[in-house]
């Protein structure tokens, strides 16, 4: 039994290293999108001082979460569930992060088995696991600058940055990016990275956690098939990488919610008014998206920045406050499909394609192989 654990530890390392190298290309092809290289200089200069290292991180959390989890498997602690997740989400309790890490991935991998989500492990055909291992680190709330030019929304550059980034920073990055008047620069906290492990802010309950925690465990799972591998192609690439994510990541993260010993107290009245406040802001933001892409294609920059300002001052009055919304604001949030700031048509395309099979694995095996729009486009109805 200690050999096969010993064997069964050596393969799981393996994969973790090949699913390290992924996510760096991954992360680096994210953050870089076509930009001039004046464009390049500005953003460097603006953000020196608080840019993220992926060198740094991986050698700082990689080591120290395998050594945890090696241990956890070796030894298998008897943790309460319900007590260690409650003080987590309760009072951020620091002595119980890395063991409610440790009770997060196992719902999340036991809720991804039972889904079919799991593989046959090599040399071991009847042992069957998550591949990548689900890996998370919930410690640091990290940052992007997101670059779109003032006259279209179009993502054209971002830039992660560490978890220190306060928010006179944000306005300094902004203004620094957006100095010479033609770029618009939106900075702001992000969910979660597709590192490894995943960089992931715990939210107050374990719902929110883990359906986060899926997204970037997608993005892991698709990196070694040809969506994930086509994440960096332009924009079409990234919009139906991030829709699929949010589908899979919704999806089995409220199933590995329902897997937990925990739930927080008056979680289902907390969705209920988020589902209900989405429910009336959400048509203001797809409507101020189409009428931004008019204007600007109108060659009105100003007026349509006086609608996005104009619009960020009625979700402030219904509950749902932005703190900015720019060209670069909605480039950066439209790229996820399935947002009501985005203008992509592949959200609603691939949500139908969801519908149109029957079990969530039979969805991920199907469009994970889709390596261009042109595969997406004959792939998906309409």
């Not at 003080?87 to 992060?97: K, L, P, S, V, Y």
């Not at 944000?170 to 203004?175: P, Q, S, T, V």
């Not at 079990?359 to 192989?369: N, P």
């Amino acid at each position: 039994m200690m050999r096969r654990r010993l064997v069964l530890t050596v393969l799981l390392a393996s994969v973790a290293i090949g699913t390290t190298v992924l996510c760096a290309l991954f992360v680096s092809t994210t953050l870089r999108a076509q930009s001039s290289t004046g464009l390049d200089d500005i953003v460097e200069r603006a953000t020196e001082t608080h840019r993220f290292s992926f060198f740094k991180y991986e050698v700082t959390h990689l080591p120290n979460r395998w050594l945890t989890n090696v241990a956890g498997w070796l030894d298998q602690p008897d943790l309460d569930e319900q007590a260690t997740l409650q003080r987590w989400f309760e009072q951020g309790n620091e002595e119980d992060r890395k063991k409610a890490e440790l009770l997060l991935e196992g719902q999340l991998s036991n809720a991804a088995s039972g889904l079919g989500l799991d593989t046959p492990l090599p040399l071991f055909g009847r042992v069957r696991i998550v591949w990548p291992p689900v890996d998370v680190d919930l410690t640091e709330r990290l940052h992007v600058v997101a670059v779109s030019p003032r006259d279209e929304v179009r993502m054209v550059r971002s830039v992660l940055l560490t978890s220190d980034v306060e928010r006179d920073d944000y306005e300094r990055i902004e203004a620094a990016v957006e100095a010479d008047g033609r770029w618009s620069a939106w900075v702001g906290s992000i969910g979660g990275v597709a590192l490894y492990p995943a960089s992931v802010v715990s939210s107050r309950d374990s719902l929110s956690t883990l359906q986060i925690m899926a997204h970037e465990w997608t993005h892991h799972y698709l990196g070694f098939y040809a969506l994930g591998l086509a994440y960096g192609q332009g924009s079409d690439m990234r919009t139906i990488n991030e829709t699929v994510a949010d589908i899979v990541g919704d999806e089995l993260g409220e199933v590995a919610a329902g897997l937990s010993a925990f739930v927080p107290p008056n979680i289902d009245d907390r969705t209920q008014l988020r589902t209900e406040i989405r429910a009336a802001t959400d048509p203001l933001l797809r409507q101020l998206r189409i009428d931004v892409d008019a204007l600007l294609a109108d060659g009105q920059i100003e007026e349509a920045e006086r609608l996005m300002e104009s619009t960020r001052l009625r979700l402030i009055d219904l509950d749902r406050p932005f703190r900015r919304i720019n060209q670069a604001f909605l480039a950066f949030r439209g790229g996820y499909g399935a947002s009501p700031s985005s203008a992509s048509p592949w959200g609603p395309r691939l949500i139908q394609f969801r519908a149109d099979h029957e079990s969530l694995s039979e969805f991920l095996r199907a469009v994970r192989g889709v390596g261009s729009p042109e595969e997406a486009d004959a792939l998906l109805p309409r």
